[in-house]
């Protein structure tokens, strides 16, 4: 695992670390030194953690005038153990919330299990967004992953499934992956609101 990078070919448009306005502002990065690991295995360096021993994040794009934001995940997501969705509200989605980010896509390619509890905090983002035609989406998740998710009704509050598989998303610039979420989302809800 150590050698999965969060996406880098996006860092001449936005970089977190330089955007005072991301809760990742001002963090430096070692790129010789692991130190997080999810179980007994270290990650990349360039993860940020948030405060789940088992996920990390990576925003790899925001852009404030179109209110959307772009994070790539890795690691184990446990709402039952780790209450894993509570840190990332706190910690990624408030502050980005608060600078009027209401299109959320989270790229869960790495996302390797998913191990639900109740669904309070889906549903809390859910009517964080429900008035200013937001969105959430999960892109790339798989099928145990999605499947897991479904069973703890997250799908009631956030777009997921197989219409939202984009396998070759690090192809795309930014903004075009975001008209491809879109396009993906109106032509199978018919809309780009919430579920």
Not at 60 to 86: K, R, T
Not at 172 to 190: C, D, I
Request: glycine share 6%; hydrophobic share 35%; with cysteine.
């Amino acid at each position: 695992m150590h050698d999965i990078e969060p996406h880098y070919l996006w860092r001449d448009s936005y970089v977190a670390a330089h955007d005072h306005r991301s809760p990742h502002y001002g963090r430096t990065y070692d790129e010789f030194r692991f130190t997080n690991k999810i179980y007994n295995y270290f990650i990349h360096p360039q993860w940020d953690e948030f405060g789940s021993g088992t996920l990390y994040s990576k925003i790899i794009y925001v852009d404030y005038d179109e209110h959307v934001a772009i994070v790539e995940l890795i690691g184990e997501w446990n709402d039952c153990l780790g209450n894993d969705i509570l840190f990332l509200k706190q910690n990624i989605i408030d502050p980005l919330l608060l600078e009027g980010v209401r299109k959320f896509i989270l790229l869960l390619d790495n996302v390797l299990t998913f191990h639900g509890s109740d669904n309070c905090y889906y549903e809390e983002w859910y009517e964080d967004l429900i008035n200013v035609n937001g969105y959430i989406s999960f892109v790339n998740v798989s099928r145990d992953v999605g499947d897991e998710m479904t069973a703890t009704q997250i799908h009631h509050y956030v777009n997921l499934g197989a219409h939202l598989e984009v396998p070759n998303w690090r192809s795309y610039k930014p903004t075009n992956l975001t008209r491809q979420v879109e396009m993906r989302l109106q032509e199978h809800t018919g809309t780009l609101e919430l579920p």
